[in-house]
């Protein structure tokens, strides 16, 4: 929850795809994916030229292929 509100605040030291990312991460760690893949979806749409947009893209391959 500390990161989604350091998302949410305006004044974050921190930029929002590394945020993003960290959530991310964080999700699947408690075992939460759809909203980890909910969290990886948008650092993709919003920032497709960070570095992060990458990994999360690959998160996600591997998050829907063993779901399936």
Not at 51 to 68: D, F, K, N, T
């Amino acid at each position: 929850d500390e990161l989604r509100a350091e998302l949410a605040g305006a004044d974050s030291e921190r930029p929002e795809e590394i945020l993003l990312n960290q959530l991310g991460l964080t999700l699947e760690e408690l075992g939460r994916t759809a909203e980890a893949l909910d969290i990886y979806q948008r650092l993709v749409q919003d920032f497709p030229q960070s570095p992060y947009s990458r990994v999360a893209g690959e998160r996600i391959a591997e998050l829907e292929a063993s779901a399936a």
